[in-house]
C-alpha cells in the first residue's frame, strides 16, 4: 500500500506522460460535470450578451455596414468584423438570442474545448506535472463565469488564439497563422502576441515564407472586414481597432489604487505604452530562445549565416505568454472578462522551471508553498468586486512577483557554460581557417609533394613508400581489407577495368594477368593488382563459357614486366575449368570475408538483393531449359550421347559459378567507398 501511495505521488508531481494524460482525462469529466452544474445552478447574469445579439442586428437585418452606426445597449461596436460573423451564427442558433440557456450550453462546449486545448499544449512543453492542472480548471471561478454566466467574445477569441499556438508548436504554419488571425478578427487583444509570433517566424522559416505568413494574416483581415472597408474603411479602422479608446474608471481592475484624473490621463496612457515597449525589447533581448543562445545570436545565424533554427515547444510558448503578460501588466485598465487573456498561461509562467523529479525526496515542495498562493492571491484579484485599491495593488505585486521568479530562474544559454579561454582558443582558430581560405581558397592548404610523385615516377613511388613504411602504424587485417574494398569500389564505380585484362599461367602454373609481374604470395599483391586478377578470373571465365573451349593446359608461357600482345596466342594460355572453378570459390571466399566491416548490415542487404537476381536469372534460364526440354521429342534425348550430356551439366555449373563471381563483383561495387590513397597492404 504504501509503494502504491509513493507511485501515485511521485506521478504527480513529476513530469510524465502517463500521469499527465490520467490527470487530463479525469479533469475534463470534472470540469463536464462541474460546468454543466454551474448552469444549472448559478444565475445567469446579462452584461453584454443583449449588446452584441443587437449588434449582429443591425448588421444581418437591417444591412447597416457603417460601423459608426453598428451598436447597442451598452455602446457603440469595438471589435472587428469576426466578432460580427461569429456571433451572427450564435444569433440563429439561440433563435435570435433569446435562447440563453443554448447559448450557455454551446459555450460550456467552447469552454471544455479550450481546455482541452491548453491541456495539449502543456504536454507539448514537457514542463508541467500533472498536479499543476488543478490549477488550469478548478481553481478558476472567474472563468467559469466568464464563458458559462456572461458569454463574453474574450474566451472565444482565446480558444482560437490555442488552436493556433498548438499548430505553432506542431510547426504548421499556415493552419496557425489562419487561426492566429480569426482570432485577432474577434478581439484585438490576440495582437499582444503578435512579438513573438513574428520572431519565431522568422528564426523557423526562410525570410520568403515568412513574409507569405503574415500575408496570409493581413488577407484574412481583409477578407474578413471587406464588408466594412469597401463602404467605409476609415470607421472601420477606427472603431474596430481603437487604440484610443477612453475606459470608465469604475471597471478598472488593475489602476484603482490611482486617482482618476491620473487614470484618465492621455500622458499617463503614452507613459504605460513606451513602458511596455520599451520592456518588452529588454525583455525579449535578454529571455527569450536562450536555450538557442538569446534572440540577438539566433537573428544573427538566420541573417548572417543563413541557418534555420528550430525554437521549441518551451521557448515558443515561453515568448507567446510573456509578450502576452507584458502587455497586459502595462495595459491602461483591465476589465473582470480579461482574466481569460492570460489565465491558461500562469502555472506555466510559474512551473516552467520545474526540475526533474525521480523520488519523493527529490519533490521541490518549496515552489508549492509559495506558487499556489501566488496563484490563488491572482484569483482573489480577479474575483474582487468592485475592485479596490489593495485589490489593484496586489495584482501589480503579483506581476512583479512573477517576472522577477522568470528573470531569476533564467535558463543559462549554452554560450554561457564556455569559459574565457575556450574563447581565446575558438578565436584563435577562427582566425587561422580565415588566413588559410584567403591564402590558399581552402580550409586545408595543398600538400607538396615530391617532383617524382608528379612525374608519375613508379619506381620512386615505391621507394619512397617502402621508405615510410617503418613510420606507419601496423595496420590490422580488417582494415587492410576495408581499404580494399574502398578501392575496389572506386575502381568499379569509375569504370576503370576494361575488357584488356587477360589472364596466363606462370612457370609454376600459377595464374597470372597480363602487366603485373609474377608474385605466387598473393597477400603481398598489392590492392590493384589484387582488384585485376579478381576481374580477369571473370572475364576469363566468361570467354570459356562463350568460346566453349574444352578443359585444357596451353603451353607455358614466361611471366615478365613486359605487356604481351593480346594477338600472340602463345603468350595466352587457358587454365583448367576445374582450377579456376576452385580459384574463383577462393576469390569468393575472400570477398566474402571482406564484407565484414563497419557497413556490414548495409552490404548483407545488397548481397541478397545480388543473390536474389542472380536467383530470378537462373529460375527463368531452367524454365526455359524445361521448355525446351518438353518440345523436343524423347527419341532426341536418348540419342544424346553419355559424354554430350556431362558436358551439359558441367557448363551449367561453370554458368552458377560465373553468376555468383558477379553477383560478388556487384556487390562489392554497390557497398564500398571510394579512397585511393593509403590503401596497399
Given amino acids: 500500500m504504501r509503494e502504491l501511495a509513493s507511485r501515485v505521488i511521485l506521478g504527480l508531481f513529476s513530469v510524465n506522460d502517463a500521469g499527465f494524460n490520467a490527470m487530463a482525462a479525469i479533469l475534463m469529466i470534472v470540469e463536464a460535470v462541474l460546468s454543466h452544474l454551474v448552469i444549472l445552478k448559478v444565475k445567469y447574469t446579462e452584461i453584454d ?49 433569446k435562447n440563453i440557456r443554448l447559448a450557455q450550453h454551446i459555450f460550456q462546449v467552447f469552454y471544455l474545448f479550450n481546455v482541452y486545448m491548453v491541456f495539449r499544449i502543456l504536454k507539448k512543453t514537457k514542463r508541467i506535472p500533472p498536479i499543476v492542472l488543478l490549477f488550469v480548471t478548478v481553481t478558476g471561478y472567474r472563468i467559469h463565469s466568464i464563458f458559462m454566466l456572461r458569454l463574453f467574445n474574450d474566451p472565444l477569441a482565446m480558444m482560437l488564439f490555442y488552436v493556433a499556438m498548438d499548430r505553432f508548436l506542431h510547426q504548421k504554419w499556415i493552419v496557425g497563422c489562419v487561426f492566429y488571425s480569426f482570432a485577432v478578427s474577434i478581439k484585438m487583444n490576440v495582437l499582444l502576441f503578435a512579438p513573438a509570433l513574428f520572431f519565431t517566424l522568422i528564426l523557423n522559416n526562410y525570410f520568403m515564407p515568412t513574409m507569405g505568413y503574415l500575408a496570409l494574416c493581413g488577407l484574412i483581415q481583409l477578407y474578413v472586414g471587406g464588408p466594412f472597408l469597401l463602404h467605409d474603411w476609415k470607421s472601420y479602422v477606427q472603431r474596430s481597432f481603437d487604440l484610443g479608446r477612453v475606459f470608465m474608471f469604475k471597471w478598472t481592475v488593475n489602476w484603482r489604487f490611482l486617482p482618476e484624473d491620473l487614470f484618465l490621463d492621455k500622458r499617463f496612457h503614452m507613459a504605460l505604452l513606451v513602458g511596455q515597449i520599451t520592456f518588452l525589447a529588454i525583455f525579449a533581448y535578454y529571455m527569450w530562445f536562450r536555450r538557442l543562445n538569446g534572440l540577438r545570436h539566433s537573428l544573427y545565424l538566420r541573417a548572417f549565416d543563413g541557418i534555420l533554427t528550430s525554437t521549441g515547444p518551451t521557448d515558443t510558448f515561453y515568448a507567446f505568454c510573456t509578450s502576452n503578460l507584458i502587455g497586459i501588466a502595462f495595459s491602461r485598465s483591465l476589465h473582470y472578462q480579461f482574466y481569460s487573456w492570460y489565465f491558461h498561461q500562469l502555472p506555466f509562467l510559474l512551473f516552467c522551471d520545474y526540475p526533474h523529479v525521480n523520488s519523493i525526496s527529490k519533490i521541490p515542495w ?183 573451349e574444352e578443359d585444357e593446359v596451353e603451353e607455358e608461357v614466361d611471366s615478365s614486366d613486359e605487356e604481351i600482345p593480346l594477338e600472340d596466342e602463345e603468350n595466352l594460355v587457358k587454365f583448367h575449368l576445374n582450377s579456376e572453378i576452385e580459384e574463383i570459390e577462393v576469390s569468393t571466399d575472400e570477398s566474402d570475408e571482406c564484407t565484414e566491416t563497419e557497413e556490414s548490415e548495409d552490404s548483407e542487404e545488397e548481397s541478397l538483393e545480388s543473390s536474389e537476381e542472380g536467383d530470378e536469372a537462373s529460375e527463368g534460364s531452367e524454365e526455359e531449359d524445361s521448355t525446351e526440354d518438353r518440345t523436343s521429342s524423347e527419341e532426341e534425348y536418348e540419342e544424346k550421347t553419355k559424354e554430350q550430356r556431362e558436358l551439359d551439366e558441367q557448363n551449367a555449373y561453370i554458368e552458377e559459378r560465373i553468376r555468383r563471381t558477379y553477383a560478388s563483383l556487384r556487390q562489392h561495387q554497390m557497398q564500398l567507398e571510394a579512397r585511393r590513397q593509403n590503401v596497399y597492404a
Avoid at 461596436?77 to 460573423?85: K, R
Avoid at 578501392?487 to 603485373?516: L, P, T
Wanted: glycine letters at 4%.
Fill in 49 to 97: 450578451w443583449s449588446t452584441y445579439m443587437q449588434q449582429v442586428e443591425c448588421y444581418t437585418n437591417k444591412g447597416i455596414l457603417n460601423y459608426t452606426r453598428i451598436g447597442g445597449d451598452t455602446g457603440p461596436i469595438v471589435y472587428p468584423g469576426g466578432h460580427l460573423f461569429t456571433y451572427r451564427i450564435l444569433y440563429f442558433l439561440t433563435s435570435s438570442g
Fill in 366 to 548: 518549496k515552489q508549492f508553498f509559495w506558487k499556489v498562493p501566488l496563484l490563488l492571491a491572482i484569483e482573489l484579484c480577479w474575483n474582487v468586486y468592485p475592485s479596490t485599491w489593495w485589490s489593484s495593488a496586489l495584482l501589480h505585486i503579483c506581476h512583479v512577483i512573477i517576472f522577477w521568479h522568470l528573470i531569476s530562474t533564467r535558463v543559462q544559454r549554452p554560450i554561457d557554460a564556455v569559459s574565457w579561454k575556450t574563447f581565446d582558443k575558438i578565436h584563435e582558430e577562427q582566425e587561422m581557417l580565415k588566413n588559410l581560405v584567403e591564402e590558399h581558397d581552402q580550409v586545408i592548404p595543398p600538400t607538396e609533394l615530391p617532383d617524382f610523385v608528379e612525374d608519375d615516377d613508379q619506381e620512386k613511388i615505391k621507394e619512397y613508400r617502402m621508405s615510410r613504411m617503418p613510420e606507419r602504424r601496423e595496420k590490422s587485417k580488417k582494415e587492410l581489407e576495408r581499404g580494399f574494398q574502398r578501392y575496389y569500389k572506386e575502381q568499379m564505380a569509375d569504370g576503370y577495368f576494361q575488357d584488356d585484362f587477360r589472364v596466363y599461367y606462370s612457370d609454376n602454373n600459377e595464374m597470372q594477368v597480363v602487366g603485373i609481374e609474377s608474385i605466387t604470395d598473393k597477400s603481398k599483391m598489392s590492392v590493384e593488382d589484387r582488384v585485376k586478377t579478381i576481374y580477369a578470373q571473370a572475364l576469363n571465365l566468361q570467354k570459356s563459357m562463350s568460346d566453349g
